[in-house]
């Protein structure tokens, strides 16, 4: 299972069916799950965490320590769960004590050819990152997130869950969940109803996610104008109050 030109350092803990491809090197204080496969010519440094049916493609690094000049060789952390696809190329680096000190990876998550994940990053689950996307340090992405490619995001921001960012976009602000957003800088252009249809979104839940919508980016509102109207509103599905809550958290303020 692992290929003899291979090195896997002695204290790193593998599952005994994990894959190993030729010419990879596994450091120390790493460990990966059953049911993993790990292509030729791939770097993983730990301290690191991989969980089952990690598959990662040739020459990619993972684990490695992050690119913070302030960081001084501290011991920091990288943890994804389970069914993670790295391809081609992909560097994700571990955290910095400035910060949690570990960069945290949920599961069933692809990261395409050359994608970039910053040090402290958070990730959600079931994200696509398309080819090239870069996120800087500290960045939050929420789950069912869809990063097309070349997508840059700029360091402490985040993307709420079940947002979309179109090819080439440069993110700068905060992106509230379910929104689609574009462009240099990156800009709202609605919700992503397509991808929220697709995940079985009801007809009144996108109904009141429109309205929602609307009331947040049509009406010439300031920001907590129009959250207190959000409010006074009684009856509304969980997923606006999962827009609202992701509007209220934004430090960077909001992607318009």
């Known amino acids: 299972m692992i290929h003899p030109s291979a090195i896997v350092d002695p204290a790193a803990r593998l599952a005994d069916d994990v894959e ?20 030729p010519h791939v770097v993983i440094k730990g301290p690191t965490r991989l969980g089952q049916r990690t598959r990662i493609f040739q020459f990619a690094s993972v684990g490695e320590d992050c690119q913070d000049k302030k960081y001084a060789g501290e011991p920091t952390r990288l943890e994804m769960g389970d069914d993670n696809v790295i391809r081609e190329g992909a560097t994700l680096h ?14 069933r998550n692809l990261f395409m050819a050359y994608t970039h994940v910053g040090h402290d990053c958070v990730i959600g689950d079931d994200c696509i ?5 870069t996120l800087g340090g500290h960045v939050k992405i929420g789950n ?86 959000l409010d006074e509103r009684e009856s509304r599905p969980p997923e606006v109050d999962t827009f609202m809550a992701s509007l209220k958290a934004s430090t960077r303020g909001i992607t318009r």
Do not use: W
């Open 20 to 39: 190993v491809g030729p010419f990879t090197v596994i450091g120390a204080d790493v460990e990966i799950g059953a049911g993993s496969r790990i292509g």
């Open 129 to 133: 990152l398309a080819n090239q996307v």
């Open 94 to 107: 571990r955290g910095t004590v400035q910060d949690r000190g570990v960069t945290t990876i949920g599961s």
């Open 144 to 229: 069912f997130v869809i990063l097309g490619g070349l997508v840059a995001v700029h360091q402490f921001c985040y993307v709420g869950e079940h947002a979309m960012c179109g090819g080439g976009s440069i993110v700068t602000k905060d992106v509230p969940a379910y929104l689609m957003v574009n462009g240099h800088p990156a800009q709202a252009h609605g919700l992503n109803l397509v991808g929220l249809k697709r995940r079985g979104f009801s007809r009144e839940t996108l109904h009141a996610l429109t309205d929602a919508y609307r009331i947040v980016y049509r009406q010439g509102l300031t920001l907590e104008q129009a959250l207190d109207q």
